[in-house]
């Protein structure tokens, strides 16, 4: 039978993806979202009048499927050079109890960069030829690159590249932009990653990044604050029926197609009886966790108008990061976040906004008593975790996923980014059209 009415479970930016593409393709599509909001993790959320991205920050000019879905919504002229704005993404690293400034998103300076031996820098020469090779592969599937993905990313460097180079470059940047641990990345996956995202442009959009989730949603009928409970594919497999509960009442829909765009380790709670294939992927999937605490400072040095600081593992601080900039009325707005490994999810937000502020004032003790407010900000989803293995399950999982009348799409199915989530949708939508 082909698909008509479609049923899209998760208004994150890959299920908002899917439900436009299948609706441009003149299908009937109805999005369901948990939360209040859409957008997933691409939200801009306003305190104090300022607009912050606790999640996604930026987007990459290398994200050729979220370009070019800028381009089809006529909003390019909402796009802001982030790189510009944040000084070519400029920030210090704590080493020593000093902290050394480099722009991370080019390693080339690291050549120049006094944060590293001369050795660790001259290691750069050895990367580059790995980068080269994984610039060839796709990003969009990175199941596809052949080989053995048994390293983690910490090992590849201190076997292939340098130690020192990981542990003030690579780990701190895993760790502040993803709430990775050395663990949790495998070297296959980091490879991918940086041969196609260094150096790149990045961009947000007029009014923070949550402008463009909310642009998308515009075009379709998206019901929020339904949590689905329940999806049950019809007997005879042309169909699925939906469960959801919203304001304490429940509802239902039925549907010919459904696309899953929930986290990964949510799906099989969704099944009474899930399919083997999606019992042996899902369970592999995780996620990582952080905490993070804003502040608002009110501090007149103009030395301190701008600041960012990466804490790596090996230094005895609690952080991993903390950065600040002045707003136009004179504050600043300052974020900061516990290491991944330290970060305890069932720490209350009073004892994490303790603990953070007391390494915040012992990092600039100019901020000391000048902390007005605060607000804690938590993802219980941040990015996939991507460990040696995954990509393997990840093959077999996409070699024969058993999908239809049930889709799947996120951004455990490429990458932990927003361009990656957003691609995936892109490719379910593009199947189920296939397979009409």
């Known amino acids: 039978m082909a698909a008509r009415e479609v049923i899209v479970i998760g208004a994150g930016i890959a299920g908002l993806t899917a439900a436009y593409r299948l609706k ?8 369901l ?20 991205d606790p999640g996604a920050e930026f987007v990459s000019g290398a994200e050729s499927y979220l370009l070019e879905m800028v381009r089809e919504l006529d909003i390019d002229d909402k796009l802001i050079n982030y790189s510009k704005e944040q000084v070519g993404f400029e920030v210090g690293v704590m080493r020593g109890g000093r902290v050394y400034r480099i722009n991370f998103m080019a390693p080339l300076q690291f050549l120049t960069w006094q944060g590293v031996s001369l050795p660790a820098r001259l ?6 030829p790995y980068l080269v090779r994984y610039r060839r592969y796709d990003p969009y599937h990175p199941e596809a690159m052949p ?3 048994a390293q983690t990313m910490e090992q590849f460097f201190y076997q292939k590249v340098s130690g020192e180079l990981f542990e003030y470059w690579v780990e701190p940047t895993m760790d502040v932009f993803c709430g990775y641990t050395a663990d949790d990345l495998s070297a296959r996956m980091m490879l991918l990653l940086f041969a196609h995202y260094l150096g790149t442009k ?12 909310e642009a998308l949603a515009g075009h379709l009928e998206v019901l929020t604050g339904a949590r689905v409970t329940h999806i049950a594919v019809a007997p005879d497999g042309r169909g699925v029926r939906v469960r959801y509960e919203q304001d304490g009442r429940t509802g239902s829909l039925d549907g010919d197609v459904a696309v899953v765009a929930v986290p990964g380790d949510a799906v099989l709670e969704l099944f009474d009886e899930p399919r083997p294939a999606w019992k042996a992927f ?15 400072i009110e501090c007149n040095d103009p030395e301190l108008d701008r600041g960012g600081i990466m804490f790596p593992r090996k230094e005895p601080w609690k952080l991993a990061a903390l950065g600040w900039n002045r707003k136009p009325d004179g504050r ?15 720490m209350d937000d009073q004892e994490l906004r303790r603990v953070i502020t007391d390494e915040v004032v012992r990092a600039v003790p100019a901020f000391a008593g000048r902390i007005v407010d605060q607000m804690v900000f938590r993802w219980q989803h941040k990015v996939p975790a991507m460990p040696p293995g995954y990509l393997g ?13 049930v889709y799947f799409c996120g951004d455990y199915l490429i990458a932990g980014s927003a361009g990656a989530a957003l691609a995936s949708g892109w490719q379910a939508a593009e199947r189920i059209l296939r397979e009409r």
Do not use: C
């Open 123 to 128: 290691s750069l020469l050895k990367l580059l």
């Open 24 to 31: 441009q393709a003149g299908l009937a599509v109805r999005v």
């Open 332 to 346: 600043l707005l300052a974020m900061s976040d516990l290491k991944s490994h330290l970060y305890d999810p069932q």
């Open 202 to 213: 990045l961009y947000t959009f007029v009014g923070g990044l949550g402008f463009f989730p």
């Open 282 to 296: 899902f369970p592999r999937v995780r996620y990582t966790r952080v905490g993070i605490v804003y502040h608002l």
């Open 393 to 405: 399950a990840l093959r077999a999982f996409k070699g024969n996923p058993q999908e239809g009348p």
């Open 33 to 52: 979202e948990a939360q209040p909001h859409v957008g997933g993790r691409v939200i801009t959320i306003h305190w104090h009048g300022y607009s912050i």
């Open 147 to 149: 080989g053995d993905d």
